[in-house]
């Protein structure tokens, strides 16, 4: 508060000390001239300094300083009336302004210069204050250069000093001018004022004005185009929290209400927290709005779909199978001209009966499609196989299954073919075809280029050492080992290390797990057995005992079967 109040002598100090002018219409440009405060994420106070208003609905903006790592900010106008920063509308630090909107209503809106160079002889600068300016501080603009070819950076012969960073500059005739920048030495500097029109939302933005925005942690406001809107608003559904982005979806909405996909893209956060009865009545809305009527009920019957597949409790009683499919059977009415997207229309369906535990008519879908040379894609049969494979169905249909997808592909196999593999090799090991399994395995790491992670080894070793092949479940173990060195691959080296007579390697393996955890069983148990094969029986048996008082079983039968 001290510093609010010297601030505020200062600043009558300048005044007074002016020249008796003032720029034209002084009573409305101090109108728009405002004190600002920002907060942090205590709600403690970060900074203050002073700002303005350049368009209508609270349009304003400040020094970049005042905001960054910034959480709120409160804005005071000359009659005292104080309202909240709603949004950041831009950013730049190199240049030290932001723009932003405030929480307000019928603000004085200043009158910026048409022409870098139009009536500078005379200029003034306007600070905030409480009580009705006469006198204005002026200066002298020694000279300019141009910022991107276009706009000014004034160099003004006083340096103003730092309580008149982020005030307005004008000419004589009461034209906005410029904003104060920081001083330097012994001089002040202004930053042109029609440089505003770079503080704008982009959907694809330069690292620089990411890292602006992203240093100030107050909400942001969304492009000023409906098409880098939807832009901007996708890309942030990719990155952003449900609270997040759910304001962001707020603001494009209410900048653009009559725009379907924005009440279809809410829906999502509102699933997310639960909120159902305001996700269906924002899909209400959007089929409402929607021009393209089939694509509308297509993506109502994926949103219902969706919430009814990944999110089943808690339940929504609105939202059904039977709403998602009547919903898909209108789109297939409207999409019945158009194949590809009919094809699109039918494979949902499939997908919602699937839902429904309808198994007989999604598989009748997708044999249809298949029927047809053109529909019968390698997606096909593998969304076939996968309601083939709940149904109920023999292993072996749905490895056939597998087969008509795969070979849909052709030889050489491409590499969007790896996931289909990869499943075909998993049907192979539930049914203990290992060494067929194994080769799905080995192509799969073909097909992605080896990019794989450490779980894929530990469970292709696993499928190997099935397959009896224990050199490669041997090599593929120690690999997982390397990439990841959890206590679980441990272990089960350790017990193949057992198996295979490498005693030494399944003792040290053990050692390692027990190092972390001296209470781990299955290392104790391991490592006791390991060590009586290796001739340590003393040690092994103690080792067997620690296990048994903490609960293992299998220890037990261990030690009564070799412990004599």
Request: aromatic residues 10%; charged residues 25%.
């Amino acid at each position: 508060m001290k510093r609010l109040l010297l601030t505020a002598v200062t600043f009558i100090a300048c005044v007074c000390a002016s020249v008796a002018q003032a720029p034209k219409g002084i009573n409305k440009i101090q109108k728009a001239v405002i004190s600002v405060n920002t907060y942090d994420s205590k709600g403690e106070l970060l900074k203050s300094g002073t700002g303005f208003y350049v368009g209508a609905d609270g349009e304003a903006i400040a020094d970049y300083s005042l905001f960054k790592n910034a959480h709120k900010a409160t804005v005071i106008d000359m009659a005292g009336k104080q309202a909240d920063v709603d949004c950041i509308l831009g950013a730049d630090d190199t240049y030290s302004v932001v723009r932003f909107r405030v929480k307000t209503k019928g603000n004085a809106v200043l009158s910026p210069v048409a022409d870098a160079q139009a009536d500078l002889t005379d200029v003034f600068v306007v600070p905030f204050s409480k009580e009705k300016i006469k006198n204005c501080r002026n200066t002298t603009i020694e000279s300019h250069t141009q910022l991107k070819e276009k706009y000014a950076y004034y160099t003004l012969t006083d340096d103003l000093g730092e309580e008149f960073t982020g005030c307005p500059l004008f000419n004589a005739k009461g034209e906005l001018i410029g904003i104060i920048q920081p001083s330097l030495k012994e001089k002040g500097y202004a930053l042109d004022i029609r440089f505003r029109e770079e503080l704008t939302i982009k959907a694809i933005s330069t690292t620089s004005v990411n890292m602006a925005l992203n240093s100030i942690n107050i909400p942001k406001g969304v492009p000023e185009s409906v098409e880098e809107a939807l832009v901007y608003t996708y890309f942030k559904s990719r990155s952003a929290g449900n609270e997040e982005y759910l304001d962001i979806m707020n603001r494009f909405i209410a900048a653009y209400p009559d725009n379907a996909e924005g009440y279809l893209r809410r829906c999502t956060p509102y699933i997310d927290l639960c909120e159902f009865d305001k996700a269906d009545a924002d899909l209400t809305k959007y089929l409402s709005l929607a021009k393209d009527k089939a694509a509308g009920y297509y993506n109502a019957a994926q949103t219902i779909y969706n919430k009814l597949t990944y999110q089943k409790e808690p339940a929504y009683d609105k939202w059904t199978y039977d709403l998602a499919i009547s919903h898909i059977d209108k789109s297939l009415e409207l999409y019945k001209d158009d194949k590809v997207k009919t094809v699109d229309a039918k494979v949902l369906k499939a997908q919602i009966l699937s839902g429904k535990t309808d198994y007989d008519g999604a598989i009748k879908i997708y044999e249809d499609l298949a029927s047809v040379p053109e529909t019968a894609t390698p997606g096909v049969y593998y969304a076939m196989s996968l309601a083939s494979e709940m149904r109920g169905d023999s292993a072996m249909a749905v490895i056939a299954l597998m087969d008509s997808a795969i070979n849909k592909f052709g030889e050489p196999l491409p590499g969007e073919a790896a996931n289909y593999v990869l499943r075909r090799g998993r049907l192979y090991a539930q049914i203990d075809k290992n060494r067929a399994a194994v080769q799905d395995y080995n192509q799969y790491c073909y097909l992605v280029n080896s990019k794989v992670s450490d779980v894929f080894y530990y469970d292709r070793s696993q499928i190997e050492l099935k397959g009896r092949l224990f050199q490669q479940a041997y090599d593929d173990i120690n690999t997982a080992i390397s990439m990841n060195p959890k206590p679980l691959y441990y272990i089960e080296k350790a017990a193949m290390c057992l198996r295979f007579g490498y005693n030494d390697e399944s003792i040290e393996a053990c050692n390692v797990v027990l190092r972390t955890n001296d209470k781990d069983t299955d290392a104790l148990r391991i490592l006791g057995f390991a060590q009586i094969q290796a001739g340590k029986k003393e040690e092994g048996k103690a080792n067997l005992q620690k296990a048994i008082d903490l609960g293992d079983e299998n220890a037990k039968e261990i030690l009564e079967k070799y412990g004599n």
